[in-house]
Nanobody, 128 residues
């Protein structure tokens, strides 16, 4: 069992930056692939970024490539999402999720159903 808690959300103007953090407790977090997803009102939850359990491989949605960076510190059981050049369309509730798997294909990284544990989410609002 892994418990995930997101933090760092808030209100920011377009062009600004935020850094989200996902803190984990429970089982050995360093063995889990971790993904960030987001859900805007009236829309389905969508993939944002993911990082392999070892930290060496990352995946990004096309909409955030070049603006967002995912990283992890397994010694601190945290995964961060640095978000730069934010746009109003980035407004959503952001969730981190963990998947206990040695595999990290693109489909696995991006699939909502692949993840076993989810945090409660943190709101990100980008004003124009």
């Amino acid at each position: 069992q892994v418990q995930l808690v997101e933090s760092g959300g808030g209100l920011v103007q377009a062009g600004g930056s935020l850094r989200l953090s996902c803190a984990a407790s429970g089982r050995t977090f360093s063995r889990y692939n971790v993904g960030w997803f987001r859900q805007a009102p009236g829309k389905e939850r969508e993939f944002v970024a993911a990082i392999r359990w070892s930290g060496g491989i990352t995946q990004y949605a096309d909409s955030v490539k070049g603006r967002f960076t995912i990283s992890r510190d397994n010694a601190k059981d945290t995964v961060n999402l640095q978000m730069n050049s934010l746009k109003p369309e980035d407004t959503a509730v952001y969730y981190c999720a963990a998947d206990f798997s040695p595999r990290f294909s693109t489909a696995q990284a991006m699939g909502v159903a692949e993840y076993d544990y989810w945090g409660q989410g943190t709101q990100v609002t980008v004003s124009s």
